[in-house]
Nanobody, 123 residues
Framework: QVQLVESGGGLVQAGGSLRLSCAAS????????MGWYRQAPGKQRELVAS?????????NYADSVKGRFTISREDAKKTVYLQMNSLKPEDTAVYSC???????????????WGQGTQVTVSS
């Protein structure tokens, strides 16, 4: 029932910028958190950035992207963004959006994933 659709990936030169978007749709009661993971070839998947929902929401970032990436959200659109600046070749990876949500108030939280979008940074 729930679908996450990502966009914005592509090829960019080192020092450039990309903006990733992820929109959630379907029967969703509440979204507790959304964020982005990435996985490069031969490496473990790592959490890049996350943001919790609500007025008291907070953000967190991997040390490797602090100061360069910014995560944000638009609650009305159920959309999370990742603004990536000063990109480095080591940022090259498949970036996957996730959403921690409940379908109903009685349901437990489940993690839903997007298909992933490729980000390639050339030197």
């Amino acid at each position: 029932q729930v679908q996450l659709v990502e966009s914005g990936g592509g090829l960019v030169q080192a020092g450039g910028s990309l903006r990733l978007s992820c929109a959630a749709s379907g029967n969703i009661f509440s979204i507790n958190a959304m964020g982005w993971y990435r996985q490069a070839p031969g490496k473990q998947r790592e959490l890049v950035a996350s943001i919790t929902s609500g007025s008291g929401g907070s953000t967190n970032y991997a040390d490797s992207v602090k100061g360069r990436f910014t995560i944000s959200r638009e609650d009305a659109k159920k959309t999370v963004y990742l603004q990536m600046n000063s990109l480095k070749p080591e940022d090259t990876a498949v970036y996957s959006c996730y959403s921690l949500l409940r379908v109903t108030f009685r349901s437990p939280e489940y993690v839903y994933w997007g298909q992933g979008t490729q980000v390639t940074v050339s030197s």
